[in-house]
């Protein structure tokens, strides 16, 4: 894959691209710790360049939804979405909703060639919604008997 995109193939570049693969919408201390699992020791700089190169070169994708730090994945390619949890921060690829990508199509473009549209879907993860329900049934079983 690296030498696909003319980059040249590093260990720190092999570990940096398998931790994204292995963990995917890791943020970069996770990428890091992964890493130096593999590596041994490794810089934070070091980690930030590869990622910041890989980047740039298509082989992953970093996504950072308002409120949360930057994430990576190695979904690329394709445009598809993400679910985001507002309890614990879980993310979740979604496939495109409707139609081809751009997937949306904007009511006025403005002169744009648009290929590509964001979007993300903010609620409860399977695990907080449960959660959530079981709370509030035990809560509204306190009131009662109070």
Same mark, same amino acid.
């Not at 894959?1 to 691209?17: E, I, K």
């Not at 744009?112 to 035990?138: K, N």
């Given at each position: 894959?690296?030498?696909? &995109?003319?980059?040249?193939?590093?260990?720190?570049?092999?570990?940096?691209? #398998?931790?994204?693969?292995?963990? /995917?919408?890791?943020?970069?201390?996770? $990428?890091?710790?992964?890493?130096?699992?593999?590596?041994?020791? &490794? #810089?934070?700089?070091? !980690?930030?360049?590869?990622?910041?190169?890989?980047?740039?070169?298509?082989?992953?994708?970093? $996504?950072? /939804?308002?409120? =949360?730090?930057?994430?990576?994945?190695?979904?690329?390619?394709?445009?598809?979405?993400?679910? &985001?949890?507002?309890?614990?921060?879980?993310?979740?690829?979604?496939? %495109?909703? &409707?139609? =081809?990508? /751009?997937?949306?199509?904007?009511?006025?473009?403005?002169?744009? !060639?648009?290929?590509?549209?964001?979007?993300?879907?903010?609620?409860?993860?399977?695990? %907080?919604? =449960?959660?959530?329900? #079981?709370?509030? =049934?035990?809560?509204?079983?306190?009131?009662?008997?109070?």
């Amino acid at each position: 894959m690296l030498r696909g &995109v003319s980059l040249r193939v590093t260990r720190p570049r092999v570990a940096v691209l #398998s931790a994204v693969h292995d963990h /995917p919408h890791a943020d970069t201390d996770s $990428i890091i710790g992964a890493v130096r699992e593999h590596l041994g020791k &490794v #810089s934070h700089q070091a !980690v930030y360049d590869v990622l910041g190169a890989l980047t740039a070169a298509g082989l992953v994708r970093r $996504i950072q /939804p308002r409120g =949360t730090v930057a994430r990576y994945e190695s979904r690329v390619g394709d445009n598809h979405h993400h679910a &985001v949890c507002r309890s614990c921060g879980a993310i979740a690829d979604v496939d %495109c909703v &409707v139609g =081809t990508a /751009p997937c949306l199509t904007a009511s006025d473009d403005s002169g744009f !060639v648009i290929d590509e549209a964001e979007v993300i879907f903010w609620g409860l993860c399977r695990d %907080c919604s =449960t959660r959530s329900v #079981s709370e509030r =049934t035990v809560s509204s079983r306190k009131d009662s008997h109070v």
